[in-house]
């Protein structure tokens, strides 16, 4: 689940908490919908402190010249969470 999966998690329990008003003698849909309410909360603050994480890249890059053709050899490396970016 993502920031989405959270403030849909959020909206469906402030619904059941607020704008449902059924009397259940097995169970409490006010309190099902806090606790989806703080479940939404908990979810869409996992998925902002992934995604600033998500940002965040390493990279290192080394310029060197080959001591036998004189050439120069220019290497770069990428170390993130992003499975496209180049190695």
């Known amino acids: 689940m993502t920031i989405g999966g959270g403030i849909a998690l959020f909206v469906i329990g402030a619904i059941l908490a607020f704008a449902i008003h059924l009397e259940n003698a097995f169970i409490d849909l006010q309190l099902i919908g806090y606790i989806l309410m ?4 908990i979810v869409t603050i996992i998925g902002l402190a992934l995604l600033g994480r998500r940002r ?3 990279t290192t890059e080394r310029a ?5 053709t004189g050439e120069s ?7 993130a969470d992003d499975p496209i970016a180049p190695r």
């Open 56 to 58: 965040q890249t390493v």
């Open 73 to 79: 050899v220019r290497s770069r490396v990428t170390d």
């Open 64 to 68: 060197a010249a080959d001591p036998v």
């Open 38 to 41: 703080g479940a939404g909360v």
